[in-house]
Nanobody, 122 residues
Framework: QVQLVESGGGSVQAGGSLRLSCAASGLTLSTYVLGWFRQAPGKEREFVAAITWGGVRTLYRDSVKGRFTISRDNARNAVYLQMSGLKPEDTAVYYC???????????????WGKGTLVTVSS
């Protein structure tokens, strides 16, 4: 059974930093891309970042480039999202996702975690 479990969410003031973690189990990670989506209240879920197995290729949404960094530790079956320079508009539930190819499309994701809440106050 595939499980993606997020952690690291919390409340932070604007300009602050948080590091999200996602622990993966039950799937062959060498064949999967791992990434992050987020969903703010009343809005659709949107892509944030993704990283290939070897970490060679990454993909980011424009609004987080230069502020967020995605990385993965294959020995720990984990993916991370280091977020800095946080803004109130980054407030959302952040979801870990797994896909077979590098993609920013919701419909391409095969697996989802249950999410972790990030709240950024001004």
């Amino acid at each position: 059974q595939v499980q993606l479990v997020e952690s690291g969410g919390g409340s932070v003031q604007a300009g602050g930093s948080l590091r999200l973690s996602c622990a993966a189990s039950g799937l062959t990670l060498s064949t999967y891309v791992l990434g992050w989506f987020r969903q703010a209240p009343g809005k659709e879920r949107e892509f944030v970042a993704a990283i290939t197995w070897g970490g060679v290729r990454t993909l980011y949404r424009d609004s987080v480039k230069g502020r967020f960094t995605i990385s993965r530790d294959n020995a720990r079956n984990a993916v991370y999202l280091q977020m800095s320079g946080l803004k109130p508009e980054d407030t959302a539930v952040y979801y870990c996702a797994g896909s077979s190819d590098l993609s920013d499309r919701y419909s391409d994701m095969d697996y989802w975690g249950k999410g972790t809440l990030v709240t950024v106050s001004s």
